[in-house]
């Protein structure tokens, strides 16, 4: 009987602290570590892009709901859209900003990362910073966490001073001063047909 | 025992109850939907662009010296030169900066960091070399910090940007950074009215800005396809990220 009872302590005790222990900081790291796995770790110089940037979707999808960084980023363009473009336009931006992120994550060494203490905004958002070295540059990201009902997710990234939500928006605010949610879609996938970067401007 | 093992559990029930009770009291506000996805971006600038076509037109054709020129000769210097050369030779030219940076600490009253770059650059170009080396990064109270112009001086005495430029070659600015530019062009010990190099003949005055553009190229081109890289339209991503550097330069 007492045997039970202090099982069903333990039990409790362990319940009570898993919900409590979802340590963000701790989330974000292994989501960041996760990734450069996908780009530096074993077997991944016989990966090509593409598989590499799926994985790293994956990776970071398993941790974060990347939906959110693009609704915030779309902004009130957002009701601009059909019902059925809203879809296609979250999974398009989606590829590119991880065709990007995989793209000038591929130097010659693994960047070091370390991170800065959590710093507290309100109950509800915090901020966590960081320090990458990567090629003897050093830059610094912050990224901005709130929290949901789905835990804590990231809602913006701010690398060297420069709101990744807030550059997009500017661009999504531009093209809907003339341009249609359908030409957002054709526009995006041009933009993802080319393998490299260096095609030229077309305005 | 029945009647012990039932207590027990109502206790065990009860406890729970509580503590549920107790988190969902102490449990935060959740973001709401509207706070997440319609607020105002507190970051976002707010960007003045009358000329935009012409700067559009301005930023196409950078773009198309950047992937023609700057590209081909960027990959060739990288090609042909030793990384310890393109960082010796990236060291140097930066050296030859102290002017600018001096002046800007010094016109926003940044009196210690005017007194780091005047350590920096007597180290570095004496113990350096002429500034080919940077032992200074390595001695305490020594170390890099962010570089300060004349167009950041401007900012932090309260000139707003005015209108944005896109400048040929030189890319994004706007008009107080314009003037900035200028006022640094004249401290710049390589150009007028203060150049140490007036004597030299025009070829070599030449040949050293053409090194420096050379030596600069991939710095430039790296950032440059970075930018463009996740851009669903670069004018505009590039107009938005330069002002946001800007202003956050300017506020540290």
Redesign the interface.
């Known amino acids: 009987m007492y045997k039970s009872i202090i099982c069903y302590f333990f039990a409790f005790s362990a319940f009570v602290m898993a919900a409590d222990s979802k340590d963000p900081a701790a989330e974000l790291q292994s989501a960041i570590n996760a990734s450069l796995e996908v780009v530096y770790g074993a077997g991944s110089e016989a990966k090509s892009d593409p598989d590499k940037q799926q994985a790293v979707r994956g990776v970071l999808e398993s941790h974060y709901d990347l939906t959110i960084l693009i609704r915030r980023a779309m902004g009130r363009n957002w009701e601009l859209l059909k019902e059925s473009e809203q879809e296609e336009v979250i999974d398009l931006i989606k590829q590119l900003v991880v065709k990007a992120y995989v793209k000038n994550l591929n130097g010659s060494v693994r960047p070091k990362v370390s991170y800065g203490k959590t710093i507290q905004i309100s109950e509800n958002r915090i901020e966590i910073p960081s320090t990458i070295v990567a090629d003897g540059t050093t830059y610094y990201v912050t990224y901005r966490l709130g929290l949901l009902p789905s835990g804590w997710e990231i809602y913006d990234i701010v690398a060297e001073n420069i709101s990744v939500v807030s550059n997009y928006r500017q661009q999504l605010d531009d093209h809907f001063q003339r341009g249609t949610g359908a030409e957002l879609i054709k526009k995006l996938k041009n933009i993802l047909k080319n393998e490299e970067f260096d095609n030229e401007i077309k305005i | 025992?029945k009647l012990?093992?039932r207590s027990?559990f109502i206790a065990?029930f009860l406890?729970?109850g509580t503590?549920l009770n107790a988190?969902q009291a102490a449990s935060?506000?959740?973001?709401s939907e509207e706070?997440?996805?319609?607020e105002d971006?507190s970051?976002?600038?707010v960007?003045s662009d009358p000329f935009e076509s012409v700067n559009?037109?301005t930023?196409?054709f950078n773009?198309?010296v950047y992937?023609k020129i700057l590209?081909p000769v960027a990959n060739t210097y990288q090609k042909v030169t030793p990384d310890a050369v393109e960082?010796g030779a990236l060291n140097f030219f930066n050296n030859l900066q102290y002017p600018v940076r001096l002046a800007g600490n010094v016109l926003q009253a940044r009196w210690q960091g005017a007194w780091v770059e005047t350590k920096r650059f007597a180290v570095n170009s004496t113990v350096g070399i002429a500034g080919i080396n940077r032992p200074a990064d390595s001695m305490e109270g020594f170390e890099l910090i962010p570089p300060e112009d004349i167009g950041q001086a401007f900012g932090a005495w309260g000139f707003s940007e005015g209108p944005y430029l896109v400048l040929p070659l030189l890319g994004p600015s706007n008009l107080r950074d314009l003037g900035g530019l200028i006022a640094d062009r004249a401290v710049n010990p390589l150009n007028q009215p203060f150049s140490i190099i007036d004597h030299w003949s025009w070829e070599n005055r030449l040949g050293l800005g053409v090194t420096e553009f050379i030596v600069r190229s991939p710095t430039i081109l790296e950032r440059y396809?970075?930018m463009?890289?996740?851009?669903?339209?670069?004018?505009?991503?590039l107009?938005?990220?330069y002002t946001?550097?800007r202003?956050?330069?300017i506020a540290k």
């Open positions: 025992m012990r093992f027990f065990i406890t729970a503590y988190q935060p506000a959740y973001l706070d997440l996805y319609n971006l970051s976002s600038p960007i559009r037109w930023f196409k773009d198309y992937i590209k960082e396809y970075e463009k890289g996740s851009a669903i339209d670069p004018y505009s991503s107009k938005n990220a946001q550097y202003q956050g330069e």
